[in-house]
């Protein structure tokens, strides 16, 4: 059974920071990227980051770039989400999803308006609050 599980999420003060994980199962992350969403309330789902399946290449939008860092543990089948000097607008459900092509290319390259639709695998969302 393929499936992915987030872990870490929580309750952090403004400035703070949190570790996300997504553990793989039923299947190898060394074949798949890893992309991180969020979903904030009354918002739609937008894209986070993706690292490659080789783990050595990365990719973050521009409101989380410099704060958050994506990373891979092969042996343990997981991708990490570091998230850093956490704002207020960072609170919402982090969901992580398998991406079949192994370089990001539908993070990277969002073909049509249902890109989202093509991923493998999602996990089942992880909330994460920023709040004082």
């Known amino acids: 059974q393929v499936q992915l599980v987030e872990s870490g999420g929580g309750l952090v003060q403004p400035g703070g920071s949190l570790k996300l994980s997504c553990a793989a199962s039923?299947?190898?992350?060394?074949?798949?990227?890893i992309a991180w969403f969020r979903q904030a309330p009354g918002k739609e789902r937008e894209p986070v980051s993706c690292i490659h399946s080789s783990g050595r290449s990365t990719h973050y939008e521009d409101s989380v770039k410099g704060r958050f860092i994506t990373s891979k543990d092969s042996a343990k089948n997981t991708v990490y989400l570091q998230m850093n000097s956490l704002r207020p607008e960072d609170t919402a459900v982090y969901y992580c999803?398998?991406?079949?092509?192994?370089?990001?290319?539908?993070?990277?390259?969002?073909?049509?308006?249902?890109?989202?639709?093509?991923?493998?695998?999602w996990g089942q969302g992880i909330q994460v609050t920023v709040s004082s």
């Open positions: 999803a398998a991406d079949p092509m192994e370089q990001c290319q539908l993070f990277t390259t969002r073909p049509g308006s249902a890109w989202q639709a093509s991923y493998d695998a």
């Open positions: 039923g299947f190898s992350l060394d074949y798949y990227a």
